[in-house]
C-alpha cells in the first residue's frame, strides 16, 4: 500500500529559498519531509501491509511551482529597500518635521513596528501567494496547470505500485495540499480518461481549507447554486474513504462537516501555539496513531 504525502503552502526545499524569505518556513514551525516520512514508516505503514519495509512512502514535492517573488520581496515593508543614505536622511527629516521628534526616536518607532511585522509577513505573504498561484494556474482537465501535473503524476506512479503490491493507496495531505487533491479527485481524474485509473482509497486533509473554498465556490467543480444541503461526496470511483481533521487553535484549518456529504470530519489538539499549530499535526506521534487506527477500521470495514 503506497503512502503519498502532497505538502501545503510555504514549503520550499533549502536550496531553493530566497534568501529574503528563508525564515519563512523556521519562524511557522515547517516539519522537515524525513521527520514525516519516518512517522508514516514507524505509525502508519505497519497499519496498512503485513511488510511495512517495504511500504513505498513518496512525497509530492509542488514548492518549486509556487509563488515566486519577482523583485526578492520587495513589495513587503518589513524589508530593507537599500535607499541611499541622502535618501534616508531627506525620509528621516521629514518624519521629524511633521512628527516633531528627534531621528532617533523615529527609526526606534519604525524599528519597532518591523518587528512586530516582520514574522508575518515571512509567512502570510507566502500563504497567500502559493494560494493564488495555484488557483490561477490549476488550469482544466482540457490543460492542467504545472502544479496539478506534478501531483497527477505522483499520484499516477503510487497507483501502479499499488497495482503491483495489489494494495490501497493512502494519501495524506497537509493545508493547500487539500484543495490541490480535491480539485483532482472531483475535476481532473473524473474528466481525463488517461488517468482514470487512479483511485485513492484512504484521504487525510490534515488542516486543510477545503471547507472554506468550497464554501466560497473556489473549486473547478464548485455549483454556483450550493447550499444548504451538503455538496456530493467525490466520486467512488477516484475516492474511498475521506478523514478532514482540523485543530481549534490552527486558524488556517477549517471542517468539512455539513459542507461536503459524507466526509469524516474531527477535531485533533495538537498542543501548540497559534503561530505553530498548523504544523503542529505532523510532528504529532499521536497524529499518526489516529490515522493508524482509522486506516485499521476502514480495513475490516472491507
Known amino acids: 500500500m503506497p503512502i503519498v504525502f502532497v505538502h501545503g503552502v510555504a514549503v520550499r526545499d533549502v536550496d531553493e529559498q530566497p534568501p529574503e524569505l528563508a525564515r519563512a518556513t523556521r519562524a511557522f514551525g515547517e516539519v522537515a519531509w524525513p521527520t514525516i516520512q519516518g512517522h508514516l514508516r514507524e505509525h502508519v505503514a505497519p497499519a496498512i501491509s503485513s511488510d511495512p519495509a517495504g511500504v513505498p512512502i513518496m512525497r509530492v514535492y509542488w514548492g518549486d511551482l509556487g509563488a515566486q517573488f519577482a523583485f526578492g520581496g520587495r513589495s513587503l515593508v518589513s524589508r530593507p529597500q537599500d535607499l541611499p543614505d541622502a535618501a534616508v536622511e531627506a525620509v528621516e527629516e521629514g518624519l ?45 482537465a482540457q490543460a492542467p496547470g504545472p502544479i496539478v501535473e506534478r501531483v497527477l503524476a505522483g499520484l499516477e506512479a503510487a497507483a501502479f505500485a499499488a497495482e503491483s503490491r495489489e494494495e490501497p493507496l ?22 481525463m480518461p488517461e488517468h482514470h485509473g487512479v483511485r485513492i482509497d484512504f484521504w487525510c486533509a490534515a488542516a ?69 499549530d498548523h504544523y503542529r499535526y505532523l510532528r504529532n506521534v499521536d497524529f499518526y496513531r489516529t490515522l493508524a487506527g482509522k486506516l485499521r477500521a476502514v480495513s475490516k470495514q472491507g
Open 96 to 140: 521629524e518635521a511633521v512628527a516633531g521628534n528627534e531621528p532617533r526616536g523615529i527609526r526606534r518607532l519604525r524599528d519597532m513596528a518591523t518587528t512586530l511585522r516582520r514574522p508575518v509577513e515571512d509567512f502570510v505573504p507566502v500563504f497567500l501567494g502559493d494560494v493564488m498561484t495555484y488557483v490561477a494556474t490549476r488550469g482544466t
Open 170 to 191: 493512502v494519501v495524506l495531505t497537509h493545508s493547500m495540499g487539500g484543495q490541490v487533491v480535491y480539485d483532482i479527485v472531483t475535476h481532473f481524474l473524473p474528466r
Open 208 to 276: 486543510s481549507q477545503v471547507g472554506y473554498f468550497e464554501e466560497l465556490g473556489l473549486f473547478l467543480e464548485s455549483a454556483t447554486d450550493r447550499g444548504p444541503g451538503p455538496t456530493a461526496y467525490p466520486p467512488s470511483q477516484h475516492l474511498g474513504g475521506w478523514w478532514n481533521v482540523w485543530d481549534h487553535a490552527d486558524l488556517l484549518s477549517f471542517r468539512a462537516e455539513g459542507i461536503i456529504e459524507g466526509v469524516d470530519d474531527s477535531a485533533f489538539f495538537a498542543a501548540g501555539t497559534l503561530a505553530t
